[in-house]
C-alpha cells in the first residue's frame, strides 16, 4: 500500500552503506498497513522549525488537554461507522475513515468537472515554495471567524491569515500534508481549485517531494464547506507520512489559529503573532492510500452574534458579551487585542439577564471583508501566554538603547580590524569574513514577492 522512507531525516549514511559515487542508500519498502489507530490527541508538540508552543506553553497532549478524547461522542452524520477513528476537540470533531470504496466518495474528481469551474494556477504548479491568494465565492467559517480570502501554498496546505507574513507554516493553516513539495521537478506535478459556491476544492496532484523524488508522487485533496467543515481525502500517498523528514520545511497535518497583537514602539510597527489552537493529526491518523479526514466545525463564541444568544448557548465555551465592540468571546480568538483594548475582560457580561437594557453595540464590518496584507513581512510568532501581549515602554527603551550601544561597539571594531589587518582582530576579521560564511538554505519561507493574489 505504501512503504516508510527510511532516510527521509537526511541522516548521513555509513562509509559502508554508500553506494559508488556517495549514491544515496535505496528506500526499503514496509508490508502494507491496514490498521487504524483508535485513539487521538488535539494538541502535538512544537515543529522543530517554527517552536510554536502549545497554547500554555507546558501542557502535553496527554496531560489534561481539554481538546483531547476518544471515540466516545456520536459519529459525524453522513459518515459510515466501521473502519473509522473519531476524536473530539473543542473547535471541531474529527472522524478519519480509510477504504477504497468509502473513500471515493468523498473525493472530487475535478477533470469531470466543467472547465470554465477548474481553475490550474500555472504559477503554484511550477514552483517551490510559492503561494498564491484566491478570493472565495462565499464566507468560509474559520474556528468561528468568516473568511474570504485563501492562501494556496505549494506546500501542501492553505494559509488562513489576513496578515501574510514570512513564515506561512507556523500557524494559522489548513494542513492536508504540509510537506517540502516542489511542483517544478516534475510536468505531471499540479495544483488546482475549484468554487462551486458553497465549497472549495484545492487538489495537490502529482506532486514530489524536492529532496527526495524517488518517494513517488502525492495526490490529495483539502475541501472548505460552506457551513465551516473540512474535509481531507488522500488519493495516493507512497510513503508513511511520520517519517518524511521536517528538517527543511514543516511536516505538519491538522488545522491552526491564532491571533495577532499589532503596537508601535517607537514608531516602529510590530506585530506578535499569538498560537492559541492547534489540532495535529499527523500521529495520530494513519495516512495511506484512500484515507479521508472530515473535521466538523463545533460551535464557538465568536460564531453567536448577540448578547442573549451568547450568554444562553450551551457550547463547549464559557462565553462572555463585550458591549462595546458587540462581540462574544471567550478570550482567546483573532479579536484578542480589540477584546483587551477595550476593557472586556473586567467589563464583559456573563449573565444574560444582564442582556436586557444594554444599549445597542457598535456595527463592526465583517471580518470576511478584511483584506489580505502581504506587505508586511518581518513578523515575530510566539506561543500564547496570559498576559504576555503587552509592553512596557520602560522595557522598550532599555532594548532600543542598548541595541544601539551593541550596533556602535561592533562598528567601531570592525572599522579597527579593517584599518589594522595585521592586528589580532584584523586577522579574525579576514578569517571570518563574510564570503566565507554559510548560510542554512531551504527554510520554509513564503515571502510577500512570491504571493499573488487572484480574485473568482
Not at 562509509?15 to 514496509?30: H, L, R, V
Not at 471515493?104 to 475535478?110: D, S, T
Not at 523524488?213 to 473540512?230: M, R, Y
Not at 510568532?381 to 541595541?403: I, R
Amino acid at each position: 500500500m505504501f512503504r516508510p522512507l527510511t532516510r527521509l531525516r537526511r541522516e548521513e549514511p555509513l562509509d559502508n552503506e554508500k553506494g559508488k559515487d556517495g549514491e544515496k542508500p535505496s528506500i526499503t519498502p514496509a508490508p502494507d498497513i491496514t490498521t487504524v489507530s483508535s485513539n487521538g490527541t488535539a494538541y502535538g508538540g512544537s515543529e522543530n522549525d517554527d517552536a510554536i508552543a502549545n497554547q500554555d506553553g507546558t501542557t502535553k497532549p496527554e496531560d489534561n488537554d481539554p481538546d483531547s478524547g476518544g471515540d466516545t461522542l456520536d459519529t459525524i452524520t453522513g459518515f459510515n461507522t466501521d473502519n473509522t477513528t473519531i476524536d473530539h476537540h473543542r473547535y471541531y470533531q474529527s472522524q478519519t475513515i480509510k477504504g477504497d470504496e468509502e473513500v471515493q466518495r468523498y473525493w472530487v474528481n475535478l477533470d469531470l468537472l466543467e472547465e470554465e469551474k477548474v481553475v490550474k494556477n500555472e504559477m503554484l504548479s511550477d514552483s517551490h515554495r510559492r503561494a498564491a491568494t484566491v478570493t472565495l465565492s462565499f464566507d468560509f467559517p474559520f474556528y468561528g471567524h468568516l473568511l474570504r480570502n485563501i492562501t494556496i501554498a505549494t506546500g501542501g496546505f492553505l494559509f488562513t491569515g489576513d496578515f501574510v507574513h514570512t513564515w506561512l507554516a507556523a500557524t494559522q493553516y489548513i494542513a492536508p500534508l504540509m510537506a517540502n513539495f516542489d511542483t517544478s521537478v516534475s510536468k505531471d506535478a499540479c495544483v488546482k481549485y475549484a468554487d462551486n459556491g458553497t465549497s472549495f476544492i484545492v487538489q495537490w496532484d502529482n506532486v514530489v517531494l524536492k529532496d527526495y523524488q524517488d518517494a513517488g508522487n502525492f495526490t490529495f485533496q483539502v475541501t472548505l464547506h460552506k457551513t465551516g467543515d473540512i474535509r481531507f481525502t488522500y488519493k495516493q500517498i507512497p510513503v508513511v507520512v511520520t517519517q518524511i523528514g521536517d528538517e527543511q520545511h514543516p511536516v505538519k497535518v491538522g488545522l491552526s489559529d491564532a491571533y495577532i497583537v499589532d503596537r508601535t514602539i517607537f514608531y516602529v510597527r510590530r506585530k506578535t503573532i499569538y498560537e492559541y489552537h492547534k489540532i495535529d493529526m499527523k500521529k495520530t491518523s494513519l495516512i495511506g492510500n484512500w484515507t479521508t479526514i472530515l473535521f466538523k466545525a463545533l460551535p464557538t463564541c465568536v460564531s453567536l452574534r448577540t448578547c442573549e444568544t451568547c450568554l444562553s448557548e450551551k457550547i463547549s465555551f464559557q462565553c462572555q458579551w463585550c458591549n462595546k465592540i458587540g462581540r462574544c468571546s471567550n478570550g482567546l480568538d483573532r479579536n484578542r487585542q480589540d477584546w483587551l483594548y477595550n476593557g472586556c475582560e473586567s467589563h464583559s457580561v456573563q449573565n444574560s439577564n444582564d442582556c436586557v437594557g444594554l444599549e445597542a453595540p457598535p456595527t463592526w464590518p465583517s471580518e470576511s471583508d478584511s483584506s489580505v496584507d502581504t506587505f508586511g513581512q518581518n513578523a515575530n510568532v510566539e506561543p500564547y501566554k496570559k498576559g504576555g501581549e503587552g509592553g512596557t515602554s520602560v522595557g522598550g527603551v532599555v532594548a532600543v538603547v542598548f541595541l544601539v550601544g551593541l550596533v556602535l561597539g561592533i562598528g567601531g571594531w570592525v572599522t579597527y580590524a579593517y584599518f589594522y589587518p595585521h592586528s589580532a582582530s584584523g586577522q579574525l576579521l579576514i578569517r571570518y569574513r563574510p564570503s566565507t560564511w554559510s548560510w542554512r538554505r531551504g527554510e520554509a519561507r513564503y515571502t510577500a514577492a512570491s504571493i499573488h493574489s487572484i480574485h473568482m
